[in-house]
């Protein structure tokens, strides 16, 4: 009778609020999807892509189309991961928030049709080097601002800073020229991606 009357009683202000923090971090946790499949695919595909740049760009090791096709049968291999993972999460979701995540992910094939536009219209007028340069340079725009946006709207701090060190790298990159943008975005956006994809993976299974 007594463990019933302790299970009625009101909570305590500081026991709701451990149960209301308890809520938000296991609705994040559930939302926020698997991190292992959302940011380490494209870290490693970032470290390996550009990395076969880097190495056509600095060394010739690589050709040009050899490193291409690494860098985008690796996005398609990411793309795939993301949208499945996505998806999962998606299932979950009604209401406003879906809606949101709705018009927040189409907003990605529209900055992607504007790369795409502007770089095949002035890619012809560089030379091939400053021509990866563009498509490189304006293609993680996109994916930065996109990044630091979606961390605003869902408040996600990881997920904005990680969109404001891509920006950093990307900008860095742009003025430093095609070999060191390749390296800053393999070894800097790649490796950075990679390892907190792995290290938000952990704490989710240690906090749940």
């Not at 305590?12 to 959302?38: N, V, W, Y």
């Amino acid at each position: 009778m007594d463990r019933l009357d302790d299970d009625d009683r009101p909570l305590s202000p500081e026991e709701m609020l451990r149960l209301i923090e308890e809520q938000q971090a296991t609705t994040t946790r559930r939302l926020g999807g698997d991190p292992l499949l959302t940011h380490t695919p494209w870290g490693i595909t970032w470290f390996a892509g550009f990395g076969a740049l880097f190495l056509n760009y600095a060394y010739g090791l690589l050709s040009r189309s050899t490193a291409l096709a690494v860098l985008f049968a690796l996005m398609i291999l990411s793309m795939a991961t993301t949208l499945f993972a996505q998806r999962t999460v998606s299932g979950q979701v009604r209401g406003e928030a879906a809606d949101r995540g709705m018009m927040y992910g189409i907003s990605w094939s529209f900055g992607f049709a504007c790369v795409v536009a502007i770089c095949v219209r002035l890619s012809l007028l560089l030379p091939s080097e400053e021509s990866g340069l563009l498509w490189a340079v304006t293609s993680m725009t996109v994916v930065a601002v996109l990044y630091a946006v979606g961390g605003a709207l869902w408040r996600v701090r990881t997920m904005f800073f990680l969109g404001a060190w891509l920006a950093a790298l990307n900008v860095a990159g742009a003025i430093a020229g095609p070999t060191v943008h390749a390296l800053l975005m393999s070894v800097g956006a790649g490796g950075v991606f990679t390892v907190v994809g792995v290290v938000q993976r952990a704490r989710q299974r240690g906090g749940a």
